[in-house]
């Protein structure tokens, strides 16, 4: 069956990085982008850009854009999300999910991985 | 200010019908699918319709999608207890080269 299983919590000091993987089975993984979506606290959800596993291409949400890097591994089918410069609004739940390449849809998604900014 | 707007929050009785708007505009709504996501409390979100009106295998078809211009709407029939949770709109913006989600509608079963 198709699950997507992230890393655990992290807690990090504003100024530092955070990255936090995903890990794909059972389908292809090279079929499908992974996106990274979040949710702060009281907030709503918050796209934050995508992979093509395929080609390794990216695509990233403006106002993220020069903070965040998500890379993969297709060696072992693993997606990271890192983001930099951290502060305080970046607590967050950060999700993983997939589309099927230009559908434009998210059909399953990671169990999410809070990530706390704290000093 | 959302690119996608939809109600704060949204209630009926058990079995009633309840209807869910999401506004956008001609560089998303207008332009691309509308999908929706529900968000039980404490769970990853799950897609709910896809494609304007599609329903995933699993899903009941008392959850029903629509789509005009630049707007659509989720509707929830024979509302039950379970349907409780957090309702998201979502759509590619092409202004703003990336996807959107609504804010978020909190249904309430009363």
């Known amino acids: 069956q198709v699950q997507l299983v992230q890393s655990g919590a992290e807690v990090q000091k504003p100024g530092a990085s955070v990255k936090v993987s995903c890990k794909a089975s059972g389908y292809t993984f090279t079929s499908y982008y992974i996106h990274w979506v979040r949710q702060a606290p009281g907030q709503g959800l918050e796209w934050m850009g995508r992979?093509?596993?395929?080609?390794?291409?990216?695509r990233y949400a403006q106002r993220f854009q020069g903070r965040v890097t998500v890379t993969r591994d297709t060696s072992t089918n693993t997606v990271y999300m890192e983001l930099s410069s951290l502060r305080s609004e970046d607590t967050a739940l950060y999700y993983c999910a997939r589309e099927m390449v230009t559908t434009h849809y998210f059909d399953y998604w990671g169990q999410g991985t809070l990530v706390t900014v704290s000093s | 200010q959302s690119v996608l707007t939809q109600p704060p929050s949204a209630s009926g009785t058990p079995g009633l019908r309840v209807t869910i708007s999401c506004s956008g505009s001609?560089?998303?709504?207008?332009?691309?699918?509308v999908n929706w996501y529900q968000r039980l409390p404490g769970t990853a979100p799950k897609l709910l319709i896809y494609?304007?009106?599609q329903r995933p295998s699993g899903v009941p078809d008392r959850f029903s999608g629509s789509k005009s211009g630049t707007s659509a709407s989720l509707a929830i029939s024979g509302l039950q207890s379970e349907d409780e949770a957090d309702y998201y709109c979502?759509?590619?913006?092409?202004?703003?080269?990336?996807?959107?989600f609504g804010a978020g509608t909190k249904v309430t079963v009363l």
């Open positions: 992979i093509n596993p395929s080609d390794g291409s990216t």
């Open positions: 494609s304007n009106n």
């Open positions: 979502a759509a590619w913006d092409d202004n703003l080269s990336g996807f959107f």
């Open positions: 001609s560089s998303n709504i207008g332009s691309h699918p």
